[in-house]
């Protein structure tokens, strides 16, 4: 006993005398204290590579950049050794997963990764890092050395670098000389946008399944390199509360195994240990579930590691030092603290298991390839699907690294889950069907995202309790309990290569499908190339075409005659869009091409309101499809600068969701005189509350109907007596956490042409009523959501309500659009309706 104290007192020592003299600690380097600065993103990665350069067992490496250019790095830490020997463990490590062929050397390592700054305003995470860098690579915790010959720790200091500078500046710019604890003071009430986001705005930590930002993009892709066996991701939440660790809280998804299950209760345990014995609060089991994919923790448990959120009290607003309700000063050293125990709590419980770590986790790919879990054993995904939406399914799984491949058993008749009339029915396989197999690495995770309502062990959600994905891209896709086997050659996908022939046509006629068509119309409008659509179906040259294909003649081009073959072939190219071309304007059936039933396509000047009163998210979502997806030019304009624009400029304004009530005036006057709003989510109280719109007198319609017939509950009635443990509950029945219901479309719109007759969204909150003097076009007539939950009071109020509608006012137009229809930019069918009404 006394031997192994002394031996270990003399490695503490002998380490701390080499290493630790002559690397310095982030105090030395950064010529103050940490905790009593906000440390600029540049100055964290200085130090991080100044560790790179004089330690032995840490490496940085770059693996890209933010929004707005600054580095994403990581740093693996582990001994000398370990570190040389990294590409053998890498290699072993995926080969066991089956993601890569080859043969293993034998030797696994498990990979322990360690993320914070997920959310740029949570600032203590990057402070947190800097600290447990030194701590390892100077060895002065307990342990750390075996620690660091058993394991390879992967640490990302800042996730978000935009952010975190944002949340930074902004505090170095508000906060008094000696920090102000007074929770009033400017330092702790930063403005809009909130620096929890990234530069579009995007929650990242939102985003991990869908990875539509470049952030999440290039870490995931780096992850994917690695495959860890343990993620943990730091956050901040509310200054009142204490710590959360694991366990997580109910639902857990049912693909989380038992043993990632037991590894959460001893990762509470090892917290749990060292944070009584600093006799610091926390809790666990609260809050933070492990259900909806789109985090950094239900994520790398569904890609088999073991995923964790780890959340200190402080968040956005706690500063350097904060004063709380119970008269506590909370401090961002104490703040430091938090994360630095929980990062020692997570590498100890690791080693600890390391064994244990790496056998289940190749027993969990093993079983996804051979006893795949889910009920549904094969998913097929109709190749008549629109090409573009199925180009970005395609990109979804490449990323998610889940196979697929042509099917099999063409020509056969199953019994299968059809998806878009959310049912059982049958399915006849045909050429260029797209077969999902169950049997695979990533099998968990086909469950995850293609089961066609997710199981919660609980309604109480943190977040989507739906997300099943032929809903959200509207796909035709069907599930089959039966293993069908892949065709032996991979998917070739057509490449569109239109050519200039030796006659110049009437008119190039494209049928319109989908995104890729929009994305052509917007390219036409900054080369200015006018272009028509077809309001009815038509057929020309015993070609048919549908509602919303787009017409470029020559006629309407004259301006640009000597470029005009030229430019429609060159645009309709990169947009990957089969051009038809035809000699007469003269329809065999339907309208001819140069009828009032053919208008023209409007290339409309856009303005998307930003700013105070503005949801964020909703913002970031449109602003990021302009200039990200569609490539079309948009200007954001600040509601603070609002009163000084004269939006008669813009031919479209469009509303995130937000308040209004400042604007209205203004807003009013804009459509009354000619103007084009676009209205999203709470925007469109703006106009439920005018007297003169015919929304404001729908809504008193149906008020007046609700209380005509509204059960009166007597003043005795036992009923009422509720107990206060069950409000919570209790408020559920009255909303939808995030479920999916079917829309109905009136196809005869030009605003859904391209979605079909019927469309699914992602629905938060209860619908407008119909409009009696305005047009209807998209709503609800069901009252059960196709996935998800949904209270039972929200249910009775959702059927029959509103979802798409507009109406004219003045000689102006109003469009509502009542719920995101392109969530967090995953939904991809969204895209559609969102172009259709800025183009048409
Ligand atoms: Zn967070």
């Given at each position: 006993m006394r031997r192994i104290l002394f031996t270990a007192i003399f490695s503490v020592f002998f380490v701390v005398a080499s290493d630790s003299q002559t690397i310095k600690s982030p105090d030395e380097f950064l010529g103050y204290e940490l905790g009593t600065r906000f440390t600029f993103h540049h100055k964290a990665v200085e130090y991080f590579k100044y560790i790179s350069d004089v330690s032995s067992m840490a490496d940085y490496r770059e693996y890209g950049y933010s929004y707005e250019g600054r580095p994403l790095g990581v740093c693996f830490v582990s001994s000398e050794k370990n570190l040389k020997n990294l590409e053998e463990y890498r290699k072993n490590n995926l080969i066991k997963t089956g993601l890569v062929k080859g043969e293993s050397s034998g030797k696994q390592v498990p990979f322990i990764w360690l993320g914070y700054n997920i959310h740029g305003n949570e600032s203590v995470g990057l402070e947190a890092a800097m600290k447990t860098l030194f701590t390892l690579v100077a060895s002065t915790y307990q342990g750390a050395d075996e620690w660091l010959k058993s394991c390879i720790i992967i640490i990302d200091p800042c996730q978000n670098p935009d952010g975190r500078d944002l949340y930074a500046n902004r505090y170095r710019t508000s906060r008094n000389t000696i920090p102000d604890p007074d929770k009033n003071s400017w330092e702790h009430n930063q403005e809009w946008p909130s620096a929890r986001l990234n530069h579009y705005l995007f929650d990242l930590n939102r985003d991990w399944t869908w990875q539509t930002q470049i952030e999440t993009q290039q870490r995931i892709e780096l992850y994917n390199r690695y495959m860890p066996h343990v993620f943990a991701d730091f956050h901040e939440m509310g200054t009142e509360s204490t710590f959360f660790f694991a366990p997580g809280a109910e639902p857990w998804h049912e693909v989380i195994t038992p043993w990632q299950r037991e590894f959460n209760e001893l990762m509470g345990k090892s917290n749990a240990e060292l944070f009584d014995s600093k006799s610091k609060l926390y809790f666990t089991k609260e809050n933070y579930d492990l259900f909806c994919p789109s985090f950094g923790d239900t994520w790398p448990l569904f890609n088999g590691a073991m995923g964790f959120t780890f959340e200190q009290g402080g968040g956005g607003v706690s500063g350097l030092a904060y004063k709380k309700e119970s008269g506590d000063t909370l401090t961002l050293k104490e703040r430091i603290d938090g994360h630095f125990t929980a990062s020692m709590a997570t590498l100890k419980v690791s080693y600890e298991n390391s064994e244990k770590l790496i056998s289940e986790f190749n027993r969990f790919f093993e079983e996804n390839e051979k006893r795949p879990p889910f009920s549904y054993k094969s998913i097929i995904i109709k190749g008549s699907n629109d090409k573009s939406i199925l180009g970005s399914l395609f990109q979804l799984l490449d990323r998610n690294q889940i196979r697929y491949g042509p099917a099999g058993s063409l020509g056969k008749k199953f019994k299968a889950f059809d998806y878009a009339a959310n049912k059982e029915g049958e399915l006849t396989i045909e050429k260029d069907d797209i077969l999902i197999s169950a049997y695979q690495p990533q099998s968990r995770f086909v469950q995850v995202l293609f089961e066609p309502d997710s199981k919660a062990s609980d309604s109480l959600s943190y977040d989507l309790t739906a997300w099943s994905i032929p809903y959200a891209y509207n796909l035709k896709a069907y599930a089959l309990a039966d293993q069908i086997k892949h065709e032996e050659e991979n998917i070739e996908s057509e490449k569109v290569t239109n050519t200039i022939g030796p006659d110049k046509p009437y008119a190039y006629i494209i049928n319109y499908y989908g995104f890729s068509e929009i994305k052509l119309i917007a390219a036409l409008h900054k080369k200015n190339i006018k272009s028509r659509y077809s309001v009815k179906p038509f057929s020309i040259n015993g070609i048919d075409f549908n509602r919303g294909s787009v017409i470029i003649t020559r006629g309407d081009n004259q301006l640009n005659e000597n470029k005009f073959d030229e430019i429609v072939t060159d645009e309709a190219n990169k947009c990957q869009v089969k051009l038809i071309q035809v000699k007469t304007g003269l329809s065999d059936s339907g309208k001819d091409l140069g009828s009032a039933y053919s208008p023209l396509m409007k290339k409309n000047s856009i303005a998307l309101l930003c700013g105070e009163g503005t949801s964020s998210g909703s913002v970031g979502e449109l602003w990021y499809l302009f200039e990200r997806e569609l490539e079309y030019p948009v200007t954001l304009i600040n509601t603070a600068n609002a009163e000084r624009v004269d939006f008669r400029d813009y031919d479209v304004l469009i509303l995130p969701s937000g308040?209004?009530?400042?604007?209205?005036?203004?807003?009013?006057?804009?459509?009354?005189?000619?103007?084009?709003?676009?209205?999203?989510?709470?925007?469109?109280?703006?106009?439920?509350?005018?007297?003169?719109?015919?929304?404001?007198?729908?809504?008193?319609?149906?008020?007046?109907?609700?209380?005509?017939?509204?059960?009166?509950?007597?003043?005795?009635?036992?009923?009422?007596?509720?107990?206060?443990e069950d409000e919570r509950r209790q408020a559920l029945s009255e909303r939808s956490a995030r479920s999916i219901y079917k829309v109905n479309l009136d196809e005869t719109h030009p605003y859904v042409f391209g979605l079909g007759i019927e469309w699914f969204i992602m629905k938060r909150t209860a619908g407008y009523p119909f409009l009696d003097k305005g047009r209807n076009i998209g709503y609800i007539t069901e009252k059960d959501p196709v996935a998800g939950f949904a209270g039972y009071k929200f249910r009775d109020k959702i059927k029959n309500t509103l979802v798409i509608g507009s109406?004219?006012?003045?000689?102006?137009?109003?469009?509502?659009?009542?719920?995101?229809?392109?969530?967090?930019?995953?939904?991809?069918?969204?895209r559609i309706l969102l172009g259709n009404v800025v183009f048409r």
């Open positions: 308040s209004y009530s400042r604007l209205k005036d203004t807003i009013m006057d804009y459509v009354k005189k000619g103007g084009k709003v676009i209205a999203f989510e709470n925007a469109i109280s703006v106009f439920a509350t005018e007297k003169t719109t015919a929304l404001f007198k729908a809504v008193e319609k149906r008020n007046t109907e609700l209380k005509a017939t509204e059960k009166k509950v007597k003043s005795d009635d036992p009923s009422l007596l509720k107990k206060f109406e004219n006012i003045g000689s102006g137009e109003v469009v509502y659009i009542t719920d995101d229809p392109y969530l967090r930019a995953f939904w991809k069918s969204g």
